[in-house]
């Protein structure tokens, strides 16, 4: 049931064909921007806080592009038009649970961005310029659970911030709240790494760390084995926390609907 | 036969942030704690048994959706109790929603983006229905309502009255026992009203399923609805048959006759004459069996009869003549209620 959801938005994507054009072409350009950054900022050095050229390439792509494929940015405005026409009470006459059903939705989402999107950057930068493999095949099967728990902790980030919509009656402010919490501490953009160290003994331990930074740590070998299984645990602890968080929120505003009417 | 809807002593009341005018104003609301109280829904009581078709009805802000969505599971009663197919709604919402239909006028289920065959699609893994059900209930319905050449278009194509056909289709797709209509012929044009009522009277009879509908247009009931349900400012007023209504309140129809020019004085038996002004005259009308037909006999010879129309009494001449009669009213609080 869920996956038929899964599979709707993934049609529903296909809809909107010249918005994927411009959004394929944006993210090109963002990703040619961000390696010509690095290239300037390496100029003749071999590393830089003992990262090579080519390992940030990877990470520009790995993390600016294959993690930041899904748009979490649409799951807070769709519930925050949800919440304010009040279409969030028709979820309530169906035999679904609101949160799960969003989840499934955004799962079809992101299959559709990989494969319109992220498949074709990959293969773009990596003939051009040059893609590191993974450091070894346990550092490449963990990246993939990695991913899917970055996507996981950034659905419930998103979801957490677009159900407080229901108190603070403006999704407007806390989209710009988290995409700034998101740029700087998630390390999509500026690995950790470069960081000072009194700054990344707090951020390393935040959630938004894995969804861009430890994935691609991984992927490049910059953690050993027992500590890829380590930051993995303590990533689905945090996922557990963001999902009980979620849960709670949604028994509250579920109240909050059937009480106040919305 | 135990009642499938039970209401007793339902009332809901909506706390709303009292504002001040103005910009001082809009400054002491962010600080001020001040909230008035509304009342949607006032002490209702009704029953309703099972193939029943009712009407409710009454004017904007009745209180009409609220009760819809309190029988739905969408609200919380403040005070008082629903029980819809032996289930307090809200807190079996999932187990309640899959043996009831609903269809809001003005807001859609349908996905907007998608043809509307993968709505339906989608409808039936979201509520598990057999696939051999979901074919013959499909093809029924589209054939019915005259779906066939719009099913592969996008829902966000299609024209209100083509959505609205839609929307109750979809809601009895998976066999609900009751289905709840609110306001679902608001906006339509009279041929699509017409392919609607027909449609509902059919399911009503034939399907044997519950149809509770709301609805301010009394054409809507007369067509569909045996029994009516009238609130008025949160209130009950009227629970029964709308013949009875009509003869309690002795509710007169209008007839306007307009003529080419002033024929002089026209005298028709059944009709009394309430304005003249010449050419356009206005009677009205107490007899229930006084159709058109037989008006348009009586004035078969006047050859310069322009134009004539026979108008129901709306509903708000309705709900102000009920209270105008304190008689009426005491028969009507005297009328059984039915479905028992």
């Known amino acids: ?262 | 036969m135990p009642p499938i809807i039970e209401a007793s002593a339902v009332s809901k009341s909506f706390r709303q942030h009292k504002r001040f005018p103005g910009v001082l104003g809009a400054l002491k609301s962010l600080f001020t704690q001040q909230f008035t109280e509304v009342m949607a829904v006032d002490g209702i009581s009704f029953e309703i048994g099972r193939g029943e078709a009712v009407g409710y009805l009454g004017p904007n802000g009745a209180g009409k959706s609220t009760m819809i969505k309190m029988l739905t599971g969408i609200l919380l009663p403040t005070s008082g109790s629903v029980c819809v197919l032996g289930r307090i709604p809200h807190a079996e919402r999932s187990r309640n929603a899959r043996q009831i239909g609903v269809v809001f006028g003005q807001r859609s289920q349908l996905w907007w983006d998608l043809p509307l065959v993968d709505s339906f699609e989608l409808h039936r893994r979201i509520y598990k229905i057999p696939a051999d059900r979901y074919r013959d209930n499909l093809a029924r319905f589209s054939e019915v309502l005259a779906l066939g050449p719009f099913l592969e278009r996008p829902v966000r194509q299609l024209s209100l009255g083509q959505r609205m056909r839609a929307e109750v289709v979809m809601a009895l797709l998976h066999d609900p026992q009751i289905l709840f209509l609110d306001e679902p012929t608001i906006g339509l044009d009279v041929v699509a009203k017409d392919a609607v009522r027909r449609f509902l009277r059919e399911v009503n009879r034939e399907r044997g399923v519950t149809v509770i509908l709301t609805t301010h247009d009394l054409q809507d009931i007369e067509q569909i609805c045996p029994r009516l349900i009238v609130v008025n400012e949160a209130k009950l007023l009227f629970d029964g048959p709308l013949s009875l209504l009509r003869s309690a309140l002795g509710s007169k129809r209008r007839l306007k006759l307009e003529f080419a020019a002033d024929p002089g004085p026209v005298e028709l038996p059944y009709a009394k004459l309430v304005s003249d002004a010449g050419a356009l005259k206005h009677y009205l009308i107490e007899r229930e069996d006084v159709s058109l037909v037989a008006v348009l006999s009586d004035l078969r010879d006047r050859a310069d009869l322009k134009d004539l129309s026979l108008e129901e009494p709306s509903i708000e001449e309705l709900i102000r003549s009920v209270y105008a009669g304190g008689d009426a009213q005491g028969r009507m609080s005297a009328a059984p209620p039915r479905g028992v």
Not at chain 1, 189 to 210: E, G, N
């Open chain 1, 1 to 262: 049931m869920y996956g038929a959801v899964a599979q709707s938005a993934f049609q529903t994507q296909l809809a909107y064909r010249s918005q994927l054009w411009a959004h394929i072409f944006g993210q090109f350009i963002q990703v040619f921007f961000k390696i010509a950054i690095w290239q300037s900022v390496f100029g003749s050095l071999a590393q830089v806080d003992g990262v090579s050229l080519p390992q940030m390439i990877t990470y520009a792509v790995l993390a600016g592009t294959v993690l930041s494929a899904w748009e979490w940015a649409r799951l807070i405005q769709g519930i925050d038009v949800a919440i304010s026409t009040g279409d969030i009470a028709v979820f309530l006459l169906k035999p679904l649970h609101y949160p799960l059903y969003l989840l499934a939705s955004e799962c079809g989402n992101l299959c559709f961005r990989v494969v319109a999107i992220v498949v074709p950057i990959v293969l773009t930068v990596a003939l051009s310029y040059g893609l590191l493999p993974p450091a070894s095949l346990l550092h490449g099967a963990a990246f993939l659970v990695f991913w899917a728990l970055s996507f996981l902790i950034q659905f419930l980030l998103s979801l957490l911030f677009g159900l407080l919509a229901f108190w603070l009656m403006t999704a407007f402010s806390l989209e710009w709240l988290l995409q700034g919490l998101l740029a700087l501490l998630s390390g999509s953009f500026v690995p950790l790494w470069f960081f000072p160290d009194s700054v990344t003994a707090l951020v390393r331990h935040l959630p938004f760390a894995w969804i861009g930074f430890y994935p691609v740590a991984v992927y490049l070998g910059k953690l050993t084995p027992p500590q890829v299984f380590a930051y993995l645990a303590l990533g689905v602890v945090w996922a557990a926390i963001l999902g009980s968080g979620v849960l709670v929120l949604w028994r509250r505003a579920t109240l909050r609907i059937t009480v106040q009417g919305g």
